[in-house]
């Protein structure tokens, strides 16, 4: 009975945090993912990158944006 609640609990969490990060498009998530590890990659070889995962999300919010709006036409 208890353990039941606690899986439950955990599963709820799990779904909680996959809906917030993924949502609806996995495709941003990703993006910003890959952003974080090459800008990390980067500053490990002495390279300023703070300015691409920015750059990365416009880009890929206007890809996501316009992906949507072609499926609603």
Known sequence: MIM???V???IGFG????EFIIGDDWTIAATVVVGLV???ILKS???VAWWLV???VVAIVGV???RESR???
């Open 71 to 73: 499926t609603h036409h």
């Open 4 to 6: 039941d609640r606690v």
């Open 8 to 10: 439950s609990g955990v």
């Open 15 to 18: 779904r909680f945090w996959y």
């Open 64 to 66: 996501s944006l316009r």
């Open 45 to 47: 070889s002495g390279i």
């Open 54 to 56: 920015p750059v990365l």
């Open 38 to 40: 090459v800008t990390a």
